[in-house]
C-alpha cells in the first residue's frame, strides 16, 4: 500500500489541472466545499456524495472501559463520532485496484 495523504493542495492543484481555475480560486473553491461539509456535519446534518459515499454524525452513549495496563475500570463519557461509510462504487474502484496489485505482484515474482 502507498503511503500517500490527500492535502488541501493536492485538491486545489486537481481543481486547478482540471478545471481550469486560478489557483488562489481552486483553493478557494476547496476552501469553501470543505467548510459546507463541515458546517453542514456540525449541525448534524448526514452528507451524502454521489458514487464516493456518506458521512454522518452519531451519538455514542456513556459506557465503562478498561484501561489496558492497569485494567482498571475508566468511564468513557457520551460523545458525537464522524462515521464514513463508502458507496458501493468506491468500494469496487478500490477492489479492482487491489486486484490490479495483486495481478502484477503475481506477474514480477514469476
Same mark, same amino acid.
Given at each position: 500500500m502507498s503511503e500517500h495523504t490527500v492535502t488541501r493542495a493536492h485538491l486545489s492543484e486537481a +481543481?486547478?489541472?482540471e478545471v481550469g481555475l486560478s489557483?488562489?480560486?481552486s483553493a478557494d473553491l476547496v476552501e469553501h466545499v470543505l467548510n459546507e461539509l463541515s458546517d453542514a456535519l456540525a449541525r448534524g446534518?448526514? +452528507?451524502k456524495i454521489s458514487s464516493f459515499g456518506s458521512f454522518q454524525v452519531r451519538q455514542k452513549g456513556q459506557r465503562v472501559g478498561r484501561n489496558p495496563k492497569t485494567g482498571e475500570e475508566v468511564p468513557i463519557l457520551p460523545r458525537r463520532v464522524l462515521v464514513f461509510r463508502a458507496s458501493h462504487v468506491l468500494k469496487d474502484r478500490i477492489n479492482q485496484g487491489l486486484a490490479l496489485q495483486e495481478a502484477e505482484a503475481v506477474k514480477a515474482a514469476s
Amino acid at each position: 500500500m502507498s503511503e500517500h495523504t490527500v492535502t488541501r493542495a493536492h485538491l486545489s492543484e486537481a +481543481v486547478y489541472q482540471e478545471v481550469g481555475l486560478s489557483r488562489n480560486e481552486s483553493a478557494d473553491l476547496v476552501e469553501h466545499v470543505l467548510n459546507e461539509l463541515s458546517d453542514a456535519l456540525a449541525r448534524g446534518e448526514m +452528507v451524502k456524495i454521489s458514487s464516493f459515499g456518506s458521512f454522518q454524525v452519531r451519538q455514542k452513549g456513556q459506557r465503562v472501559g478498561r484501561n489496558p495496563k492497569t485494567g482498571e475500570e475508566v468511564p468513557i463519557l457520551p460523545r458525537r463520532v464522524l462515521v464514513f461509510r463508502a458507496s458501493h462504487v468506491l468500494k469496487d474502484r478500490i477492489n479492482q485496484g487491489l486486484a490490479l496489485q495483486e495481478a502484477e505482484a503475481v506477474k514480477a515474482a514469476s
